[in-house]
């Protein structure tokens, strides 16, 4: 799975002002906040009792029924907030449910969802590169050629065509993760080629440099999401 930050959220969510705490299980429709492929999401809860008898806040996936599957998060007495983070499955349509336990006067309850859970894409029909080559030599130690031909090959599980490539060159392993070519960033070049000549910065000698290519099919899905 993929985590998505929400980044910051000023207030939260949900408090004990916006829950319904009647001691019987209620939906919460988080669509409006994280993505619609979200698995789980992250929640940030602040709980309270204002009495010296605990309560529990208990979180789920809607539909689920079985009470080892809730996460619950207990409140300590005499208004001592406790702050704790659950990661609470959500149905497909982006509602968890929640109920209150015990006999405990509700001190604070306030949730902020985090960030969420999204599935890995099915890449089984996206094309791929391979047999990366640089003057047609896997990882040479040296190359003579200050414009050195870049070269892979393609290949899709449906056998439609290269309709694109996308060739990034850096000085770093790292910078290439973060898919920036400091060196040479080809951009989307329409062409059904599996090679190129290099146009960037000019290349030094005795020098290791980092290169990469994702690749479109003609349907418009590419090998990586940059």
């Avoid at 060196?183 to 290099?198: E, F, I, R």
Wanted: a negative charge; hydrophobic letters at 35%.
């Amino acid at each position: 799975m993929s985590f998505v930050d929400r980044g910051d959220p000023d207030a939260p969510d949900k408090t004990k002002d916006t829950l319904i705490l009647d001691g019987n299980w209620q939906d919460w429709d988080t669509s409006s906040i994280v993505a619609s492929d979200a698995v789980a999401i992250l929640m940030r809860v602040e709980i309270g009792s204002n009495t010296s008898t605990v309560w529990a806040l208990r979180l789920r996936k809607n539909g689920n029924v079985n009470i080892a599957n809730a996460a619950t998060l207990t409140a300590q007495a005499d208004n001592v907030v406790r702050r704790v983070d659950a990661v609470v499955a959500c149905d497909s349509a982006q509602v968890i449910e929640y109920v209150n336990a015990g006999s405990g006067g509700v001190g604070t309850c306030n949730l902020t969802i985090g960030g969420w859970w999204t599935a890995l894409p099915d890449t089984s029909d996206w094309p791929s590169s391979s047999e990366a080559k640089v003057e047609g030599k896997t990882n040479p130690p040296k190359v003579a050629n200050p414009a050195p031909e870049f070269s892979w090959q393609y290949d899709d599980p449906e056998q439609r065509p290269q309709s694109a490539f996308h060739l990034l060159v850096a000085t770093s392993a790292e910078l290439l993760d973060e898919n920036v070519g400091d060196l040479w960033d080809s951009g989307v070049v329409l062409s059904d080629a599996h090679q190129t000549k290099y146009q960037g910065i000019e290349l030094g000698s005795e020098t290791t440099y980092f290169w990469k290519v994702r690749v479109r099919n003609s349907e418009g899905r590419w090998s990586e999401q940059w």
